[in-house]
């Protein structure tokens, strides 16, 4: 199905939001080389839409491989700043959902999961989806089974109920399952008020839980439990009617415990508090972060006597203090107690260019920092995508001026990168004289250029894919030749319709025209149909020529043992040429050699 029948009320980071990004409690896949750059202050705000980036991590572990977490992500560029069940405007990284008939068409599904990483899909042309922007994932919709199949690029699957089927409408775009790459899955359990109750990581007599309660629909607490006993808790509070600090359900003091089985009891590890404006009152808005407190501070201020809830006293000892525009961006930010400050100021082109216009201009953004050794300043123009066009930085307003500049294809992939000593001219807009048009230009002859290529069309037995990176280079000037110091090809494994294409080969250059080294990688899928789980299989012994490394393959396998704490206390790794015996364990996932 190309669209939904119902709408869905959910915060929704505003688009774009970009990549995966960030923390791996969900197993993101990162940036793969030639996604396009996303500028960001340096505690970090992003600057093509004044969105924070403020990622907490209160929980986490690695259970049987599977990693999994309690990561909060606070948003002030939303369609709605009220609601969410941590917070108003905080975003739970694991617990992602679904929010449907969203985006400037009203027909895109979002997959949130964070103020920076969410995702976008739209209707294909054959009555599916596929990503927006420069993504890979992929969305499939099950109408037999009502479910929404989200797939990674390593693998993972993340399942979710849709909003067409039998169910209650509470789960509507809520999570059902997940899978990891490895085979290990992640139950998801609901309680009566179809409230993610438990999240369950087993293998055998073995298990991790992440429980979670709730008081008046609010997450209340999230307990990691192993085995059954209690490790780690997070404890949430939030605010009231009538607290200075913030309004109805802002999120309050996180305090964050550890279980003591001596005691029989729970020891307190660290505790955070946050501030917010109380109305739509500039310099800020209602539910819009004013002070994050940290652990440290937090501390220091209840050694000082202070109340870590009370606005007027706080500001010396914030981690950070936010101001914001009228469009709730973030307009200042001052850290350590205003130690330093920054301050941003966006300017649209009023030309308006649309998603897919990569290489023109949306936003301009000029960054103001003031510290002790002086000002800095950095202006970044970006496109509607949010991927940055231009760069400037300065060391002094006018003075030691440094460009980068990126060129996109059609995908809103990076074709050039070109650093400073490349760009001959820059001619900046000037929006109040009616000149919208940004142009750099740059040298012909002289000049660090990096240069992606991108397959056009689909190969498989050439190991080609469509849009996939096929080749890195870098050439002197804009006319200069492309020296190739890398070429990429590509494997793929199809599962249940959906195919995911991990790398197969990647040959490096060290000298221009030479043969290149090149390294192969080799995949061993586990079977799900049958007890077989598969393996590589014997390697081929090359006995003939046993002097001859050129064409040898290296075998590799890790292996990390975890405590009851889902804590990693040991790791080992083995290697051994294809041509060499009896050297170490080295066994595939049904344990044959």
């Given at each position: 199905s190309s669209s939904s029948s119902s709408s869905s009320s959910s915060e929704v980071p505003v688009p774009p939001t970009g990549p995966e990004e960030g923390n791996d409690n969900l197993g993101s896949c990162g940036k793969e080389e030639g996604d396009p750059s996303y500028a960001y202050s340096s505690y970090p705000v992003r600057l093509s839409n004044g969105q924070i980036r403020l990622l907490v991590d209160d929980l986490g572990s690695n259970a049987f491989g599977s990693i999994w977490?309690?990561?909060r992500s606070y948003a002030n560029v939303l369609n709605n700043n009220e609601g969410g069940i941590n917070g108003n405007s905080w975003l739970l990284q694991q617990l992602s959902y679904l929010s449907f008939n969203v985006g400037e068409s009203g027909e895109n599904i979002a997959l949130v999961q964070g103020a920076n990483n969410s995702l976008w899909f739209q209707p294909d042309e054959s009555g599916g989806w596929e990503p927006q922007f420069t993504a890979r994932n992929q969305l499939v919709h099950n109408t037999v089974t009502a479910e929404y199949i989200v797939t990674r690029v390593n693998g993972q699957k993340m399942v979710f109920y849709d909003d067409e089927g039998s169910h209650a409408n509470a789960l509507n775009g809520q999570l059902k399952s997940v899978a990891d790459p490895y085979g290990s899955s992640v139950i998801v359990r609901y309680n009566a008020q179809n409230q993610i109750s438990e999240i369950v990581q087993s293998n055998g007599s073995e298990s991790s839980t992440y429980r979670y309660g709730y008081v008046a629909g609010m997450l209340e607490r999230v307990t990691l439990l192993v085995n059954g006993a209690d490790v780690r808790q997070v404890i949430y509070e939030y605010y009231g009617n009538t607290e200075a600090g913030g309004s109805l359900n802002d999120l309050k003091r996180v305090r964050i415990g550890q279980y003591n089985s001596t005691i029989g009891g729970w020891e307190l590890l660290r505790q955070m508090a946050y501030l917010y404006y109380k109305s739509d009152t500039l310099p800020g808005f209602k539910h819009g972060l004013r002070y994050e407190i940290g652990p440290e501070n937090y501390a220091r201020l209840i050694d000082a006597g202070l109340d870590p809830f009370d606005p007027n006293v706080v500001g010396p000892y914030a981690d950070k203090h936010f101001e914001y525009d009228s469009d709730h961006r973030v307009s200042k930010e001052a850290i350590r107690g205003g130690e330093k400050v920054y301050e941003f100021e966006y300017t649209p082109n009023p030309d308006d260019p649309g998603f897919t216009d990569y290489n023109i201009w949306a936003t301009k953004t000029v960054e103001t920092v003031t510290q002790p050794t002086g000002l800095l300043k950095r202006t970044v123009y970006a496109n509607k995508a949010g991927s940055t066009i231009l760069s400037k930085k300065e060391n002094a307003p006018g003075t030691e001026v440094w460009y980068l500049f990126y060129r996109f294809n059609s995908q809103g992939r990076v074709e050039y990168t070109a650093s400073p000593s490349a760009i001959n001219s820059v001619s900046e807009p000037d929006t109040g004289a009616g000149n919208n048009s940004l142009l750099v230009t740059l040298n012909n002859t002289s000049g660090l250029i990096q240069v992606n290529t991108f397959y056009a069309t689909t190969n498989l037995a050439q190991g080609e894919v469509a849009t996939y990176l096929a080749t890195t280079g870098v050439k002197k000037g804009e006319s200069g030749s492309v020296a190739v110091t890398h070429r990429h090809t590509y494997d793929y494994h199809t599962v249940g319709g959906t195919t995911i294409y991990p790398k197969a080969t990647?040959?490096?250059?060290?000298?221009?025209?030479?043969?290149?080294?090149?390294?192969?990688?080799?995949?061993?899928?586990?079977?799900?149909?049958?007890?077989?789980?598969?393996?590589?299989?014997?390697?081929?012994?090359?006995?003939?020529?046993?002097?001859?490394?050129?064409?040898?393959?290296?075998?590799?396998?890790?292996?990390?043992?975890?405590?009851?704490?889902?804590?990693?206390?040991?790791?080992?790794?083995?290697?051994?040429?294809?041509?060499?015996?009896?050297?170490?364990?080295?066994?595939?996932?049904?344990d044959s050699q």
């Open positions: 977490g309690q990561t990647e040959t490096n250059y060290p000298v221009d025209g030479g043969s290149g080294n090149t390294t192969t990688y080799r995949y061993c899928y586990f079977d799900t149909d049958n007890t077989s789980m598969g393996y590589f299989g014997y390697l081929a012994i090359n006995s003939d020529d046993l002097g001859n490394i050129s064409s040898l393959e290296v075998a590799e396998q890790n292996e990390t043992d975890y405590n009851e704490a889902s804590q990693a206390i040991l790791s080992t790794n083995w290697q051994r040429f294809h041509d060499a015996t009896g050297l170490g364990r080295l066994n595939g996932p049904n």
